[in-house]
């Protein structure tokens, strides 16, 4: 008989412990008791054909009735007479609910995060209310935690590393282990206009509450000899920070970007030219270089769904960049290494020509085969070097 027993009443208890809502009140102060369990017993027809049956399951409804508190309800049965049956299961206080499930040491040291919090930070008691379990599982490090708040709490936009943060057990590491949690205990505590709300999610953490991030850097080579930007004549690979680099203004003509490490690195010598590589998605290593708007920008990703996305952003930012090698020929050229893209981007790239959004719709509806992808790295290098000679006027390849 699938009639409620004692284990599924604890088992109704423990969804609402499991859910936060036993710890929350404990901070809300609502009142969450008496409250009536789920109860299902036996009809009447069933108390007539299986009455062993149901004195039985009276019995161990009754031997767990500690913690609960069964109402019962009179049956006048013209065969069996009148019986005490159960109709509602109620807990009727927070304690006896804790008991039920025994959760009392969880109880006790939550209520000690209660009592902490609202020492140091009571701003910080919704947050609780809300989490409650997470709470319970930073339990260790929750008084840290708190000594963190209450320092950016005192020095807003404080305009330091992380690593210059000095409090006792509180590291660089452990603020970036818990910069998430971090986050959502700021954003309660700290003024608004000491939170710049343009920044969001673990890596705008630091500057979302004004600390100094680590410099966006920027990797590139001259491909022009005669150019060298450092008194030597070696390859000139070069990183530098996003600042540094929007101020150089190269005497340059041609700016290539490619997504690629090897093919970075074996980009062939151009007059006038440079090549930097990439990061995929996002520019805002190259926004600040105002002077990459006066240069031919050619860039030079893989043949498909994804490339042609990232091609589309970069001209959000450089309207007159043109695309590299990811053009219909050269992929039709390549089909015995074509590849198989595993989560095409289907989009609306307002951003690509004619040509360009013609190829993409046909990779995105799968006209040349499922998923098809060609990785720039499997581009003939010859092929790029043609391409260098015959495709750009004003390119000239150096020891050619």
Excluded at 109 to 124: D, G, I, Y
């Amino acid at each position: 008989m699938k009639w409620t027993t004692p284990a599924d009443l604890k088992a109704q208890v423990r969804r609402l412990w499991d859910r936060g809502l036993l710890l929350s009140v404990m901070v809300s102060g609502e009142e969450g008791f008496p409250r009536r369990l789920t109860l299902k017993g036996p009809n009447s027809r069933q108390l007539s054909d299986s009455f062993a049956e149901v004195r039985s399951w009276i019995g161990r409804l009754t031997a767990g009735s500690g913690t609960y508190r069964i109402e019962w309800r009179r049956i006048n049965h013209p065969v069996l007479g009148g019986n005490d049956i159960p109709c509602a299961i109620w807990v009727d206080t927070l304690a006896d609910a804790i008991e039920l499930i025994d959760k009392g040491r969880c109880v006790g040291t939550f209520r000690t995060l209660v009592a902490l919090t609202s020492q140091q930070q009571p701003e910080l008691l919704p947050w609780l209310a809300r989490r409650p379990l997470k709470a319970l599982e930073l339990e260790a490090v929750w008084p840290q935690l708190l000594n963190v708040v209450a320092w950016l709490r005192k020095n807003p936009r404080p305009g330091i590393y992380l690593r210059q943060i000095d409090l006792p057990g509180v590291h660089s590491k452990f603020i970036e282990e818990y910069r998430g949690i971090l986050t959502e205990l700021f954003d309660l505590v700290v003024p608004e206009d000491a939170i710049d709300a343009r920044f969001s999610g673990s890596g705008g953490f630091c500057r979302r509450y004004g600390f100094l991030d680590k410099p966006v850097r920027v990797r590139f080579r001259l491909l022009d000899p005669d150019l060298p930007l450092l008194p030597t004549r070696s390859d000139q690979d070069l990183v530098v920070t996003q600042a540094a680099f929007a101020d150089l203004d190269l005497p340059i003509s041609t700016v290539f970007i490619t997504e690629n490490e090897i093919n970075f690195l074996a980009f062939p010598q151009v007059a006038g030219s440079m090549v930097i590589f990439g990061g995929g998605y996002g520019f805002a290593n190259l926004v600040a270089a105002s002077w990459l708007q006066r240069k031919h920008i050619h860039y030079w990703g893989d043949i498909d769904t994804h490339g042609f996305a990232i091609l589309h952003q970069l001209r959000r930012q450089f309207p007159h960049a043109e695309s590299l090698l990811m053009d219909r020929s050269t992929l039709m050229a390549h089909q015995p290494v074509w590849g198989t893209e595993a989560q095409p981007k289907i989009a609306n790239l307002s951003g690509l020509n004619q040509d360009e959004n013609s190829l993409y719709q046909e990779l995105c509806t799968n006209t040349l085969g499922s998923s098809v992808r060609l990785e720039q790295e499997k581009i003939g290098y010859q092929w790029l070097i043609e391409r260098l000679r015959q495709g750009f006027g004003h390119l000239v390849p150096c020891n050619s």
